[in-house]
């Protein structure tokens, strides 16, 4: 079985025994806050391994939270082909399992040699928050899209400024 076989049963499972667990997962207030975020490019496992995919994705970005479920992100990074890429989005995460916010980037993304010859395209990439004081870990899972796109699990560290 592969990888992400493997990961999406997983996420199944547990989706489908949480399902009635109503106390498990909170919704997040969407409260207007106001925080600055210096973010890292990513680190990405890869579901294709065999195809010496780059997994170091080194770059900066930038997050804006402007209220308890939104933030607007946007950034630079070398991809999985080892092309620059740019990004800008939303982050939305109106839910939280514990101390994890839960949601997605909604965000559109360049750079990718096999996506609309490097150009500009939409994503919706499901992704999990985990915030300490100053620092914070955001997680993203990276569909495979055809031949076009690699899926895979990145992470990427965040600073907080203010």
């Known amino acids: 079985m592969k990888p992400y076989h493997i990961f999406a049963t997983c996420a199944l499972a547990l989706a489908g025994a949480c399902a009635h667990a109503d106390d498990l997962f909170t919704k997040i207030a969407a409260d207007p806050k106001s ?3 210096i973010d890292s490019g990513f680190a990405t496992y890869h579901f294709d391994h ?7 994705n080194r770059g900066i970005g ?14 630079r990074f070398v991809n999985s082909d080892r ?9 939305w995460q109106p839910y939280a399992l514990g101390p994890v916010r839960l949601g ?16 500009w395209f939409p994503a919706v990439i499901p992704t999990f928050t985990y915030e300490y004081q100053r620092v914070g870990l955001n997680v ?6 055809k031949d076009r796109l690699y899926g895979g699990i990145s992470v990427q560290l965040k600073v907080k400024l203010f």
Request: aromatic letters at 16%; zero cysteines; hydrophobic letters at 40%.
């Open 35 to 37: 925080e600055l975020w």
């Open 50 to 56: 065999d195809k010496n995919l780059n997994g170091g």
């Open 62 to 75: 930038v997050e804006y939270r402007f209220s308890g479920t939104m933030a607007a992100a946007a950034g």
């Open 83 to 91: 092309y620059y890429s740019n990004y800008a989005g939303v982050l």
């Open 104 to 119: 997605a980037a909604i965000a559109a993304f360049d750079g990718y040699p096999k996506m609309r010859d490097r150009g």
């Open 140 to 145: 993203g899972v990276i569909p495979t899209y």
